[in-house]
């Protein structure tokens, strides 16, 4: 029982630490512009692929690259899509800066249908074999199994956030993006560049977000091209869950999350006597996202803010 | 979604001949698709189940503003009311207008029952929300076995009848959905234009001001969910009793963002706006056939380019059907 209940926190632990990556993408597009970034879940997927790529570009071989190798792999595959983020926020959400609220939601699902599309025809609908990125052994905690893949991803997503959270709070460029985030009006009369926060978080949050890629790939061992629709949904319900606009929001939001989702996974048929089988595991999330958003909008750690400052009224 | 000047400068020389020659092909379509081979009339029907969707859907995201992500839920409720209730799954067989009622109550039961929790979220998470919603009507349909059949749906629907006479024919099928299409577009045309279109209109630009002139928003906002979803619930029926089998396949959250799709690029808040667009999105693909698999990609590309170019569609929203007839008898 004991390890069983250690395996399922191993597994919570490591989706979570997935999700939070994600959820960090949408949390911080959502501080600075007020947007929800539909085409985020695909920054996550074309990690994967960008990975895939660069690794069978590199070495025709996949398999038994060394771990130089496929850290610098690692590197260029979110580099790589931390600049397409860059890109598709220039053409397409950059023109609409100062249109109305859901032009840019509307211009964000555009993206995701192109960027999915694209992939679809380059690299085909079906799902792709992915190489682990960790050497796979099986370790034996308190009777329960855990995998180093799983360890390899916990360290690596918790590097990713920590480095995040002391950029964010320590350095120059976290100071413009905080700034922005607070107010975007009073920032620029400061003279902040907006632009230049902005271009950061499109670059932060899609390499957050393309490293969650290549982390969930190499767990699951495959990837295809609409793998970023759920689960971006999925992180997205943590950021709001965090409280949409929030950092530590946003991870404190992915476990719990992952937690909710392992326990009703594993309790579900067992509590309703095989009335609701674990097939309801994705209802649950939406579930939790729907009543998070009607009992505290705000979410765990969002600020209060009353329903009538949150909507943005054009400055003229 | 408003506060974009759509008004475009025309001038009126050239654009009468044009909005004749649009008119006169719309209506050569309608007329010919009697005699066209079935191929076609599938096609001009599935047009006109995405025209009678988008008129429902811009109830709600064109005229009160309010971005719905979660359409295809009661199209969903609609198709699998006419497939439980017309089928050898529960071993009913109700006629067919009974059903239309029934359907259409359970769509404004949803409607209400969707529209009540959002009242108060804007905007962007009551988009999250309603994609949610749809999502987990999807999951559901998808996993009550016993009752919905799951992946593999319901199959051997029973044939649609009118008055003793058989609907089932995509022909038959065709006048069935042309006739709903201007019914439901005439009616939904005169909301518009009632005092409750004028308070939706209200909300759109701007909901505080609404309130603060007395417009009950609760009252008006619920009225548009529940319209909208009467109106995909019936649609809903009608495809199931064309296809005479339905899946949740049908329903995935694609559907929904076509239909969103639809109402951008033809033109927000505007009839007119819905039948062109979703006449460039689903004639396109048959179009290009041969590109199969790169159509999608030009639509997610048009979707943003017509976003930041044109934002308020092809027809911009003040161009509704009484500008086009005065424009086809202007002097």
Not at chain 1, 28 to 52: Q, S
């Amino acid at each position: 029982m004991l390890g069983t209940i250690i395996q399922q926190v191993f597994n919570a632990l490591t989706i979570g630490s997935i999700y939070a990556l994600i959820a960090l993408g949408y949390t911080m597009v959502y501080g600075v512009l007020r947007m929800i970034n539909f085409a985020h879940g695909e920054m996550f997927m074309l990690g994967a692929y960008a990975a895939f790529v660069i690794l069978t570009l590199l070495i025709g071989d996949i398999g038994n690259a060394g771990v130089v190798i496929l850290a610098l792999v690692f590197f260029a595959a979110v580099i790589v899509v931390g600049l397409i983020g860059v890109g598709v926020e220039r053409l397409a959400y950059k023109p609409l800066r100062h249109s109305n609220r859901l032009a840019p939601m509307l211009s964000s699902l555009g993206v995701s249908l192109s960027l999915v599309t694209a992939v679809q025809i380059v690299a085909g609908p079906q799902p792709i074999g992915f190489p682990s990125f960790f050497p796979s052994t099986r370790f034996d905690v308190l009777g329960g199994t855990v995998t180093s893949v799983q360890i390899g991803i916990l360290i690596a997503a918790l590097v990713l956030m920590v480095a995040l959270y002391t950029l964010v709070n320590r350095s120059r460029a976290g100071i413009i993006v905080r700034a922005v985030s607070e107010s975007r009006p009073t920032a620029q009369l400061l003279g902040i560049n907006v632009n230049l926060a902005i271009s950061l978080v499109f670059f932060a949050g899609p390499v957050l977000g393309a490293a969650g890629g290549i982390l969930y790939a190499s767990y699951y061992g495959i990837m295809s091209p609409t793998m970023g629709a759920v689960i971006g949904l999925k992180a997205f319900t943590a950021a709001i869950l965090g409280g949409i606009g929030s950092i530590p929001g946003a991870m404190l939001g992915a476990f719990i999350l992952a937690f909710v989702e392992v326990a009703g996974t594993a309790l579900l048929p067992a509590l309703t006597g095989g009335l609701l089988g674990t097939e309801y595991r994705d209802v649950l999330a939406f579930a939790i996202l729907i009543l998070v958003l009607l009992v505290r909008p705000a979410g765990i750690l969002g600020e209060p803010v009353s329903e009538e400052s949150m909507v943005y009224k054009r400055e003229f | 979604m408003s506060s974009i000047d759509t008004s475009v400068p025309v001038s009126t020389g050239g654009s009468k001949v044009l909005a004749w020659l649009v008119v006169l092909a719309a209506l050569a379509l309608l007329v010919a698709t009697p005699f066209l081979p079935n191929y076609y009339v599938r096609v001009v029907n599935g047009l006109l189940i995405y025209i009678l969707l988008g008129i429902g859907l811009n109830i709600v995201v064109g005229y009160a503003g309010l971005l719905d992500l979660g359409f295809v839920a009661f199209y969903a409720v609609g198709a699998y009311t006419y497939a439980l209730l017309a089928s050898p799954q529960l071993d009913l067989h109700l006629p067919f207008l009974l059903i239309v009622v029934i359907a259409a109550g359970l769509g404004l039961m949803a409607g209400i029952l969707l529209g009540i929790p959002v009242l108060k979220l804007r905007g962007d998470y009551l988009a999250i929300v309603t994609l949610g919603f749809g999502e987990i009507i999807r999951i559901i349909v998808n996993n009550v076995d016993w009752l919905t059949g799951g992946p593999k749906g319901i199959a051997r629907l029973d044939k649609a009848s009118v008055a003793g006479i058989e609907l089932a024919r995509p022909v038959e099928i065709y006048w069935l959905l042309l006739v709903c299409v201007v019914v439901i577009g005439t009616l939904v045309w005169r909301m518009e234009r009632s005092i409750l279109g004028k308070a939706w209109a209200a909300i759109r630009e701007d909901q505080d001001a609404a309130r603060g002139i007395g417009i009950n928003t609760t009252v008006a906002k619920l009225t548009a969910f529940a319209t909208s979803a009467m109106i995909g619930s019936i649609a809903g029926v009608i495809f199931a009793a064309s296809q005479r089998f339905v899946s949740p396949e049908s329903f995935a959250l694609q559907e929904s963002v076509l239909i969103v799709l639809m109402i951008v690029v033809g033109g927000i808040g505007n009839i007119l706006g819905v039948i062109v667009g979703a006449a460039i999105l689903i004639l396109m693909p048959e179009v290009l056939r041969e590109f199969a698999e790169w159509r999608v990609l030009f639509l997610g590309l048009l979707m943003i380019v017509l976003i930041i170019l044109r934002p308020g569609g092809m027809i911009p929203r003040t161009f509704g059907p009484d500008k086009l007839i005065r424009r086809l008898f202007s002097r």
